[in-house]
């Protein structure tokens, strides 16, 4: 069985890929990420600090708990705004939310909550669909990634409670 340090040095690396591939998108390939697209973003960073602080840090049960549940929230968090996502590209276009400004510019110019309202709301932009690869868009895979990280780290946290289910037994 691949070992609890090993698996997050795996989410870890994943994550960073991902990140890469995301970079290559949009400063090579010229595709500007929506504010749904950033959000994953920050979403898959937060996973890949996770894996990488539970890497190093090596915990003991408790820790390996609590570092599980914390991958199960942020993949749960990202696979939430991946399907708002998805959900908004196969809208019709008579449904499709009206367009905003950049991020940066929906930050500065309004109240925060409004603001992460918005954002989390989804623009028009956000409903369109530059990429596909096997028939999925960037936001459909972002999904089957929060999906699959959520299930990996899942079956790690049950793992840890089986294993302290037996020690106590």
Known sequence: MTSFRISNLGIFIACALFIAIAYYMQYVMYLDPCPLCMVQRIAIMLIGLVGFAAFAHNPFRRGKIIYSAALIIFSVFGALIAGRHVWLQN???????ECFPGIGFILA???FMDA?????GGTGECAETHWTFLGLSIPGWTLVFFVTFSGLALFQLINQIKQSDTKHA
Not at 91 to 97: A, C, N, Y
């Open 116 to 120: 992460i309202q918005i954002i989390l």
């Open 91 to 97: 809208l019709p276009s008579d449904r499709v939310p």
């Open 109 to 111: 110019n309004n109240p």
